[in-house]
T-cell receptor
């Protein structure tokens, strides 16, 4: 069964602190894609990263970094030196490419509040 | 380059009414997916349209229907509205109807059913 779990409902940090958002997924497919999206108050989901199941290299983009571990079915997201503008809801999502399905499974999201 | 546009941004309806939501995909995209996002939840897949046909449907009743036009724009129709249909409806576009493509989302239509 496909499932994405974001156990952290809400996280509050003080500006400049580092914060890690957890994502655990379940899939039977060997070929799949994982995503992180950011949803600011405007409502639009903004794409942050896509990672396929064959690429376990960690990635860093500015203050953002992602840790993909197939052994633990996790795809965690870290923001270094957080800023108030990082305040938003963050969603992890799964897409199974091999099974002929086109839907994306989203987690329930983690609301990040960065306090000045 | 215009992104995904949705209209209207807000809508208030009463139970039993019907509603139509509209979406124009990002330029160059031919696939449109619709998602429902209830308050405090993640988006839930409603259906996807490609080449003017519904390619896949999520666990939503037949009251939810859609359409895609030759210019790739799309509509989501909901009949016999229920209170539980109150949600943010998000349209996402991509190129090619296959899994794993990056989705581009609109800002959504906030539907309130009274």
């Amino acid at each position: 069964a496909q499932k994405v779990t974001q156990a952290q409902t809400e996280i509050s940090v003080v500006e400049k602190e580092d914060v890690t958002l957890d994502c655990v997924y379940e899939t039977r497919d060997t070929t799949y894609y994982l995503f992180w999206y950011k949803q600011p108050p405007s409502g639009e989901l903004v794409f942050l990263i896509r990672r396929n199941s064959f690429d376990e290299q960690n990635e860093i983009s500015g203050r953002y970094s992602w840790n993909f571990q197939k052994s633990t079915s996790s795809f965690n997201f870290t923001i270094t030196a957080s800023q108030v503008v990082d305040s938003a809801v963050y969603f992890c999502a799964l897409s199974e490419a091999a099974s002929g399905t086109y839907k994306y499974i989203f987690g329930t999201g983690t609301r990040l509040k960065v306090l000045a | 380059d215009a992104g995904v546009t949705q209209s209207p941004t807000h809508l208030i309806k009463t139970r039993g009414q019907q509603v139509t939501l509209r979406c124009s995909p990002k330029s160059g995209h031919d696939t449109v997916s619709w998602y429902q996002q209830a308050l405090g939840q993640g988006p839930q897949f409603i259906f996807q349209y490609y080449e003017e046909e519904e390619r896949q449907r999520g666990n939503f009743p037949d009251r939810f229907s859609g359409h895609q036009y030759p210019n790739y724009s799309s509509e989501l129709n909901v009949n016999a509205l229920l209170l539980g249909d109150s949600a943010l409806y998000l349209c996402a576009s991509s190129w090619g109807a296959r899994g794993g493509e990056k989705l581009f989302f609109g800002s959504g239509t906030q539907l309130s059913v009274l």
